[in-house]
C-alpha cells in the first residue's frame, strides 16, 4: 500500500466537507487503488473527522447489501463504514435539515453487542455473532448524500468517506431478541402518517446478522475488533428516503417497536 497516497486521499475527501463541496470522486492520480487501500484512507479520514488520533468508534454499518448497488459502484461485495462519536441519537429525535447538504435516511435493524468480536474468532457465521448480541433496535441510519452523482460514484471514494454516514437513531431496546424471530419481521415507514414503504427484516442480506458476520469477517480480515457496547445497523430494508422541512417519520418494526424523526 502506498501511505502517501492513502493520507493524501483522506485529507481530500476530508477537506471536502470542510469547504461544504459536496462529496467527490477523488482525483485519480490520489484515488485508493483497491479496497485495502481505502479502507486505510478510511481510518485516517476518521481520524480527521474526529479530531483525534484514536476515536472511540461507537459502532460500524454495512453498505451496498442489494446486487444492484454494488454493481453501480463496480464491487462484488457490501462495504462498510464507522459509526463515530457523537452519531448515536435515541427516538424520538429532532434535526435540522439545514445542517445537511443533501439528508437521506434508510430503515435498518441495529444491534448491540454484549461482547467483543476479536480477529481470532473468525471466521464468523450468524450463529458465532449471535452469542455477542445484547440487545436490537428498530434504527434509522442518517446520511448526508452531499449531492452525489451516483452514475459517477465509486467504491473507493464512497468507502474513504466513510459509507457517507452522519447518524444513527435508535428506538426501543430489546435484550428478549432471541424470541422475536428477527430474521423475519415486517417493517413499515410512514412519513406525516402515511405509509411511505414496507419491507422485511429479511431483505438485508436474508438476516439482520448476516450483515453483522460480514461486518465482523472484514474487519478481522484487517486485524481489527468490534467491541462491546458498540451498534452496528445491518442493512436498510426499505428504499433510500430523502425528507422534506416539516416532516414527521416513523419506523415501525413488529415485535421491535417505533422509532422516530422530526425533520425541521
Known sequence: MDQERIEKAAAFMHQTHIDGTGHQRIPEAIRPRDLDEAYAAQVVFHRLRAGAESPALAGYKIAATSKAIQEQVGLHEPFLGAILPGM????????????????????????????????DGAPFD???????????YPAFELLDMRNCILSGIDATSSITDNAMISGVVLGPRTEAWRECGIGDLAGRLSVNGETRGEGNTRDALGHP?????????????RGLSMRSGMVVITGSIIATQFPGSGDRVAYEVEKLGRVELQVG
Open 88 to 119: 448515536v441519537h435515541r427516538s424520538p429525535h429532532a434535526l435540522d435539515l439545514d445542517d445537511y447538504q443533501q439528508l437521506g435516511f434508510e430503515c435498518e435493524i441495529a444491534v448491540e453487542l454484549g461482547a467483543d468480536l476479536r480477529p
Open 126 to 136: 450468524r450463529d458465532a455473532v449471535a452469542a455477542a448480541v445484547c440487545a436490537v
Open 209 to 221: 446478522l448476516e450483515g453483522l458476520a460480514w461486518i465482523a469477517n472484514n474487519l478481522a480480515g
